[in-house]
């Protein structure tokens, strides 16, 4: 039986750029989900928080990559929380911003 790492040898640098990139879309799939649910709002909710609809709220999660930083700050203040930015720079110097 092949392993993961198996199958992900016998791709192409390209296909594992692809991967990786797929992968890191739905980390953040799941860490929107997983933030409006420790604050136990539901989508609808959230929308109404937002001023927006249920289904844009649902689609936001869904975005991934794609995700503006304008509209995940916004998607953040309607739980009560402050978006900020860190930037890990070469030599381990880290920058702070709020946003």
């Given at each position: ?7 992900r040898a ?23 989900f997983k ?65």
């Open positions: 039986m092949k392993t993961l790492n198996d199958l016998t791709l192409t640098p390209d296909e594992q750029r692809q991967v990786s990139d797929k992968v890191a879309q739905m980390r953040l799939d799941t860490q929107l933030l409006r649910e420790a604050m136990e709002k539901t989508q609808r909710e959230q929308a109404t928080a937002m001023g927006i609809a249920q289904p844009s709220v649902a689609a936001i999660e869904a975005r991934g990559e794609d995700l503006k930083i304008a509209t995940l700050k916004r998607y953040v203040e309607a739980l009560g929380g402050e978006l900020t930015l860190a930037v890990n720079m070469p030599g381990g110097r880290r920058i702070d911003f709020t946003l």
